[in-house]
């Protein structure tokens, strides 16, 4: 995409935040306030940085990430949507469904007593044409609201705009920057059931903290909050949430690093996943009309 992409219309923005043409081209929005920086990119709704006054960046983007209309971003916090991973039937592509591949509008951009609030939107009709759309074509809204401020919050809310009953999956599939992930303790998944996607079938249940020796790739069944333990930064960051049953952990790990392009080998130690979602048999099912809010609360603090 050319780096001269007009950009598209949008509601008046409040101080410290400008819409610009990111990487690649495409349009970003900017936030810069005393209390934090962060951006997000109208490509998939994708939040792409947060940095709260005092503190180095929270979340993490690939170096080597791709900013292209056809490709999904390698880090930040990808929507996850109508389905996560593989989904949950035959042939469902692309992976983690197709709303990170899509361009959201941007509907407000207001100050809120020191933060910055920004309200995205997808729909049924701007997602039309993309890849995945055939698989699942149904009429849905997306509203992503993002909240920049010493906390970061991102609430997706989904509404069924259809005739008939649909279900899907979801996930805030979020990139955590960390010093080392060989060094991170994650609590708050203690007793909680997992499905191991890289050891044995199970079932599992998690004892105690979880720690990283190797590729990891877990979905927990689990409403709690999750806090990651980095030692390397000297701080703790929190990810609490409302109306996620499950919780992904993801750290890709050497081998899987260097076998994707857009993220490498150099850098898989400096990030973790930790995905609040609706996943598997916590899929969330809405009447027509109905729709599901996930929120999630990113927060940080020494230690
Ligand atoms: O959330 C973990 C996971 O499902 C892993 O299995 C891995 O595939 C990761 O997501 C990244 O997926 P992506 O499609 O973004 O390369």
Request: proline share 8%.
């Amino acid at each position: 995409m050319p780096a001269t992409t007009p950009l598209p219309d949008v509601p008046g923005l409040p101080a410290g935040v400008t819409l610009e043409n990111g990487e690649g081209g495409l349009p970003v929005l900017r936030v810069e306030t005393a209390r934090a920086t962060g951006e997000v990119y109208l490509h998939g709704g994708q939040v792409t940085g947060w940095t709260p006054a005092g503190h180095a960046p929270v979340i993490w983007t690939s170096p080597r990430a791709r900013f292209e209309p056809d490709a999904a971003i390698r880090g930040g916090i990808p929507l996850c949507f109508p389905w996560f991973g593989p989904g949950r039937e035959p042939e469902m592509r692309p992976a983690h469904g197709f709303a990170r591949l899509a361009d959201f509008t941007l509907l407000e951009a207001r100050e809120d007593d020191g933060d910055v609030a920004l309200t995205l939107r997808l729909t049924d009709e701007d997602a039309a044409g993309l890849p995945g759309t055939d698989v699942w074509p149904f009429p849905f809204e997306l509203t992503c609201q993002v909240r920049f401020g010493s906390t970061l919050r991102v609430a997706v809310t989904t509404r069924n705009t259809s005739a008939h009953v649909r279900s899907y999956e979801e996930a805030q599939h979020a990139y955590l920057a960390v010093q080392d992930v060989r060094d991170v303790r994650i609590t708050g998944l203690d007793g909680a059931p997992y499905l191991d996607k890289v050891g044995t079938p199970g079932p599992h249940t998690q004892r105690g903290e979880l720690t990283f020796a190797g590729e990891t790739d877990r979905i927990y069944g689990s409403t709690s909050d999750v806090t990651v333990h980095d030692p390397g930064l000297g701080r703790r960051l929190t990810v609490t949430k409302q109306g996620s049953a499950s919780t992904i952990v993801w750290s890709p790990w050497s081998a899987k690093a260097a076998a994707m392009a857009d993220l490498g080998e150099e850098h898989w130690t400096g990030m973790v996943c930790v995905e609040p979602a609706n996943v598997l048999h916590d899929g969330i099912v809405l009447e027509p009309g109905a729709s599901h809010t996930t929120t999630v609360t990113y927060a940080v603090e020494r230690s």
